[in-house]
Nanobody, 114 residues
Framework: QVQFVESGGGLAQPGGSLRLSCVIFGRIFSIYGVGWYRQTPGKQRELVATVTTGGATIYADSVQGRFTIFGDNAKSTVYLQMNGSKPEDTAAYFC????????WGQGTQVTVSS
């Protein structure tokens, strides 16, 4: 089993930056890919960005060109660098398996506001 622990959320001003971290515990070798997902109250969780063990990345249209997903194998960590933040990026952010999410962690809250 694999466990994902998110951190790094907080308050950012519009146009500002945040870096989210996702530390992975457990059977890391079983992972095909890791995704960052986000959810706002009353809406379905949406996929924001993914990275596979081969290094391939996919981004949602809404964050393309602003967010970057990358990993550090030595630290078993996947990051989401958020630049050019917008108020609509406000959400709880989660990381999980891609393409088949498993048990969800606590997530980390991101608020973009002036």
């Amino acid at each position: 089993q694999v466990q994902f622990v998110e951190s790094g959320g907080g308050l950012a001003q519009p146009g500002g930056s945040l870096r989210l971290s996702c530390v992975i515990f457990g059977r890391i070798f079983s992972i095909y890919g890791v995704g960052w997902y986000r959810q706002t109250p009353g809406k379905q969780r949406e996929l924001v960005a993914t990275v596979t063990t081969g290094g391939a990345t996919i981004y949602a249209d809404s964050v393309q060109g602003r967010f970057t997903i990358f990993g550090d194998n030595a630290k078993s960590t996947v990051y989401l660098q958020m630049n050019g933040s917008k108020p609509e990026d406000t959400a709880a952010y989660f990381c999980n398996n891609y393409p088949a999410p498993d048990v969800w962690g606590q997530g980390t809250q991101v608020t973009v506001s002036s």
